[in-house]
T-cell receptor
Framework: DAKTTQPPSMDCAEGRAANLPCNHS???????VYWYRQIHSQGPQYIIH???NNETNEMASLIITEDRKSSTLILPHATLRDTAVYYC?????????????FGQGTRLTINP | DAGVTQSPTHLIKTRGQQVTLRCSPK?????VSWYQQALGQGPQFIFQ???????QRGNFPDRFSGHQFPNYSSELNVNALLLGDSALYLC?????????????FGEGSRLTVL
């Protein structure tokens, strides 16, 4: 019951901005968009999350469209260490218990 | 400040056996969720525990059960193991409630069923 669609893979040159798109056209009004990444065989690492407004932290920026049907994760200056699988996730909240619904993710490769 | 810790990191079982995986949440976190990640797939939600009770459950059979202890640590038990249970099992901790905090994941326990 994944609620997100992402391209399976992307490439980006080191030092450039990496822009990862995500579609979540069935998202409900109170459901947050979360981004995690997973480096090979490690646990997923939190990047950023948002509801309606654009968000920025030390790792990335999250741009959410006004209709909330899609979003873009931006890594402003990609490094080789950013090579990972990036998951765009809708956080479902039911009776106070949160559940992350993962999709297939985007395998991002940063090239030197 | 220790993050989420899981044990064991790797284990091998045979079909029909039972396995117990353990998780200690991040300091200050009271909620533990378990996810199963098959090779090449995204993690799938198994269940969540809070106040020693199962609060939410994903689409997993009753062979998968869990427990949470008063110190918030948790166990995942899988009975009658099948080959398809081979996966990375991830534990994530958080604070319960509609807050906007993130889930912190451990490094996982990789289970191989032969």
């Amino acid at each position: 019951d994944a609620k997100t669609t992402q391209p399976p893979s992307m490439d980006c040159a080191e030092g450039r901005a990496a822009n990862l798109p995500c579609n979540h056209s069935t998202i409900s009004g109170n459901e947050y968009v979360y981004w995690y990444r997973q480096i090979h065989s490690q646990g997923p690492q939190y990047i950023i999350h948002g509801l309606k407004n654009n968000e920025t932290n030390e790792m990335a920026s999250l741009i959410i469209t006004e209709d909330r049907k899609s979003s873009t994760l931006i890594l402003p200056h990609a490094t080789l260490r950013d090579t990972a699988v990036y998951y765009c996730i809708v956080r479902v909240l039911i009776q106070g218990a949160q559940k992350l619904v993962f999709g297939q993710g985007t395998r991002l490769t940063i090239n030197p | 400040d220790a993050g989420v810790t899981q044990s064991p990191t790797h284990l091998i079982k045979t079909r029909g056996q039972q396995v117990t995986l353990r998780c200690s949440p991040k300091s200050g976190h009271d909620t533990v969720s378990w996810y199963q990640q098959a090779l090449g797939q995204g993690p799938q939600f198994i269940f969540q525990y809070y106040e020693e009770e199962e609060r939410q459950r994903g689409n997993f059979p009753d062979r998968f059960s869990g427990h949470q202890f008063p110190n918030y640590s948790s166990e995942l038990n899988v009975n009658a193991l099948l080959l398809g249970d081979s996966a990375l099992y991830l534990c994530a901790s958080s604070l319960l409630g509609p807050g906007t905090g993130e889930l912190f994941f451990g490094e996982g326990s990789r289970l191989t069923v032969l």
